[in-house]
């Protein structure tokens, strides 16, 4: 029966105590844990930041795929060095055709000649006459 008389005797310190304790322990949960409506908030912000980050990788990826596209596209070393052979060729293939002009051009030239020469005659021709 002693402790329930000390019991009896303390029992507004011991109800104060406990509620202080009480008090305290609250306090603690509060600080250490965030309300549900911040914890939402929170979780919302970060699930728009989510959408926004996949928004720009999406737009990155495109851009990536858009880049690839047209390097792609672009000639390879290969095709440049195609390109370099056949303009050879075709400078071979004009200095061929100039050496035939300057033949055909040798050729008209006396063509021209001897149709002066016909045309001195015949204009001489038609003077005397």
């Known amino acids: 029966m002693e402790i329930l008389d000390w019991a009896a005797k303390y029992a507004g310190v011991i109800?104060?105590?406990?509620?202080?304790g009480l008090g305290a322990a609250l306090l603690w949960l509060r600080a250490s844990f965030v309300?549900?409506?911040e914890f939402r908030a929170a979780v919302e912000e970060i699930e728009d930041q989510l959408k926004a980050q996949s928004a720009r990788l999406e737009e990155g990826e495109k851009l990536f795929?858009?880049?690839r596209q047209?390097?792609?596209?672009?000639?390879?070393?290969?095709d440049f060095h195609n390109i370099q052979l056949g303009l050879?060729?075709?400078?071979?293939?004009?200095?061929?055709?100039?050496?035939?002009?300057?033949?055909?051009?040798?050729?008209?030239?006396?063509?021209e000649d001897q149709v002066t020469r016909h045309?001195?005659?015949?204009s001489d021709a038609a003077r005397r006459t």
């Open 15 to 20: 109800q104060l105590v406990l509620a202080a």
């Open 35 to 37: 309300p549900r409506t």
């Open 65 to 67: 795929t858009m880049i």
């Open 70 to 78: 047209r390097l792609d596209a672009m000639p390879k070393a290969q």
């Open 88 to 111: 050879a060729e075709v400078r071979g293939d004009l200095g061929r055709l100039s050496e035939r002009v300057g033949g055909v051009k040798e050729i008209v030239e006396r063509v």
């Open 119 to 122: 045309e001195v005659i015949f």
